[in-house]
């Protein structure tokens, strides 16, 4: 609910298009706030490290990421970012890294 408040309130209108403003707004304090409890709650578990996970989690993020690009930019739009808007993407990826992290 905090994120909300605070993503409501937060100046959104930076960014050019209507929607991301708040939606990274909202990614980055949820996010972070996860992260935060997080760290003072402590680590869930002792897993150890596992080079299972380094070796196929590249593999399971590029194939994410073709599984949505590829049909959304050939069906049903021009996906690929261009002009003045085109430095939204890495803006919207980091944001939700921190919310990926925290959900984690």
Request: hydrophobic share 65%; proline share 9%; glycine share 8%.
């Amino acid at each position: 609910m905090l994120g909300l408040i605070v993503a409501a309130l937060a100046p959104t209108e930076r960014l050019p298009i209507a929607i991301a403003g708040f939606v990274v707004a909202f990614a980055i304090e949820v996010g972070g706030a996860l992260l935060a409890y997080r760290l003072w709650r402590g680590p869930a578990s002792a897993e150890p490290f596992s080079w299972r996970a380094v070796v196929t989690l590249p593999l399971f993020i590029g194939y994410a990421a073709a599984a949505i690009a590829v049909p959304l930019h050939l069906g049903v739009d021009y996906a690929i970012p261009v002009g003045p808007r085109w430095w939204l993407l890495p803006v919207v990826w980091a944001a939700f890294t921190v919310l990926a992290l925290g959900a984690e």
